[in-house]
């Protein structure tokens, strides 16, 4: 029997609700057995330049996520050995010293964020993958929300950011992959087709 833990990419534009669809996920299933791994964990650590060279970064650029790691620790996590996730400070664009020990067994993981698919190594490793569809405007107005409230940022860099970064490399790197995913979500209801094949698959595999 094959009791290996099975693993879900969950991407989709900043502000599609990917954290959201994973809380729902894990809130109404079992919290003790689905674990969640953000993408944003394995930003690299910029501690090595300046506080105003950090910010220059482009964060929506591939470059700026460490695969080799996040592919790493995917594996460990497969194998069902401990694992410490990295911690990202996104105010100050470094990695905390302490990391999320992860020692516990999960049947499901979780792996959330706008690339969680954009890697191919890690992209053929997952067991199954979903790209959530959210229009842009509804998108960019929960962007301005979230980091106007958790990082720290003015409304004009945010929408600066969003118009010069976020949206270019969204359309370059992000939005290829919903050809690429095996579940399209676009409301996390009960009328939606692939919401509930999500839901449907999980519960599935928590109940065998």
Do not use: W
Request: net charge positive; glycine share 4%.
């Amino acid at each position: 029997m094959n009791n290996k833990p099975y693993i879900i990419g969950i991407t989709g534009g900043s502000g599609s609700g990917k954290s959201f669809l994973c809380k729902k996920i894990v809130n109404e299933i079992n919290k003790n057995k689905i674990l969640t791994i953000m993408v944003d964990s394995y930003y690299k650590d910029l501690s090595n330049i300046s506080f105003q060279e950090r910010e220059k970064n482009n964060f929506d650029h591939p470059s700026s996520i460490e695969f080799d790691l996040l592919y790493k620790h995917l594996l460990k996590l497969k194998q069902k050995e401990t694992t410490d996730i990295p911690i990202y400070n996104y105010k100050t664009h470094t990695r905390d010293k302490e990391t999320n020990t992860i020692n516990k067994k999960y049947p499901i993981i979780l792996l959330e964020g706008i690339f969680a698919l954009h890697n191919n190594k890690i992209r053929h490793f997952l067991d199954n993958s979903v790209f959530i569809d959210i229009p842009n405007k509804l998108r960019q107005e929960r962007r301005l929300i979230r980091d106007k409230k958790n990082r720290a940022r003015t409304v004009e860099s945010i929408k600066n950011q969003y118009k010069n970064m976020v949206m270019p490399m969204y359309e370059k790197y992000v939005k290829p992959m919903k050809k690429k995913s095996n579940i399209i979500i676009k409301k996390f209801e009960k009328n939606d087709n692939g919401y509930v094949k999500l839901m449907n698959q999980i519960k599935k595999i928590i109940n065998d």
